[in-house]
C-alpha cells in the first residue's frame, strides 16, 4: 500500500519532470537535467497529462512547447515547488538550532548567576531564533514544563526533595551564600563573618512557603551556634530584602551573584562554612531538548562545563 508521503513524493517528481520540460522545451535535455533516461520522462509527462485531463506540451519530432494549459500549470507548478523548497530550509534550520522559538522558565538568582550572560551569548550566536521568558518560582515551573507550556525551566535545584520524574536535568552553576549588612555594621569588620555571629543577629529570611527544604536547611545551618534564629521579616526576594538591610531591618543571606548587583547601603561578606550551598539547574522534559535549547543550557552551564562540575546531564538529583 502507498502511502500518503510516498503520493506526495510522485506528485512533487511529476512538478519536477513538467518544469525541467517546460524550461528546456526539449526532452533530451530535461532528462539529462533530471539524471534520468528519455523514455521514463516521456512517460511520466503524458501520465501527468492523464492524471490532470489536459494536454500541457505540443510536441513533435521537431519541437516542443507549452500549450496555454501548460503555461498555467507551469506558474503553479513553480509556485508549489518554491513553498516545498522554503519550507524545507524553514525545517532544516529549526532542526539544526538556527531558527524557531524558545519559551524558558527561569528564577531570579539564575538569571543572575548565568542566564544574564548566557542570553547575550545566545543572541549573537543563534540571532534567529526567538526566546520568550517567563519568570516563575521553582515549583511553578517545573508544572509548566510538563504541562508543554515550557521548552526549559532554569530552577533552584534542592537535591533529593524535588520531583524530577520525566524531567532530565543539568547543573548551570553553584554558589555559595554571603551575608549582607548594613554599612558601617559591626560585623563588617570581619573579612569573613562567623556564621554563629551572624545567626544571633536580627534576620531577614524568604517565605517558608515559598521553598520549604530549603528554608529549614537554612534554620539548620543557623542554629548550630546553639541559638535560635530570630527572623524579625520576611521578604520573598532577594532585591527586597536587600533594600529592607539598606533600611536597617536587620540582617539577610543572598546568593554571592548578588555581588554583581551592588546595593547602595548595603555591604556584602562572605560567611563560614555550613550553610547549603545554592544549586541552579536547567530542566527539560525527557528526551525533548531541541538543538537551539540545548545550545542555550550549554552557554548556562558554561562556566561550571569548564571546571568539569556540569559536563554532562544529572541522572536524578
Known sequence: ?????????????????????????????????????????????????????????????????LTPAGEAYLAEAREVLARVE?????????????AGEITAGYMNPVMDAVLCRALAAFRQ???????????????????????GRLDVAFIRLVRGRQDLRGLEIRLVAREPYVLALPEGHPLAAHDVVPLDEAAAEPLILFPRAAMPALHEAMLAALRQGGAEPRIVQEAPGKHASLALVAAGFGLCLVPASARDWPRRGVTLRPVTPGLPVVEMAAAWREGELAPATRVLVDLAAADLAASGLASSDLASA
Open 86 to 98: 522554503a519550507a524545507g530550509r524553514a525545517a532544516r534550520r529549526i532542526g539544526q538550532g538556527e
Open 125 to 147: 550566536e543563534r540571532p534567529g531564533v526567538a526566546l520568550r521568558l517567563r519568570e516563575l518560582p521553582t515549583p511553578a515551573q517545573l508544572d509548566e514544563l510538563r504541562g
Open 1 to 65: 500500500m502507498i502511502d500518503i508521503v510516498q503520493i506526495l513524493d510522485m506528485e512533487l517528481r511529476h512538478l519536477r519532470y513538467f518544469v525541467a520540460v517546460a524550461e528546456e522545451l526539449h526532452f533530451g535535455r530535461a532528462a539529462a537535467r533530471l539524471h534520468m533516461a528519455q523514455p521514463p520522462l516521456s512517460m511520466q509527462i503524458r501520465a501527468l497529462e492523464e492524471e490532470i485531463g489536459a494536454r500541457l506540451l505540443a510536441r513533435n519530432s521537431r519541437s516542443v512547447r
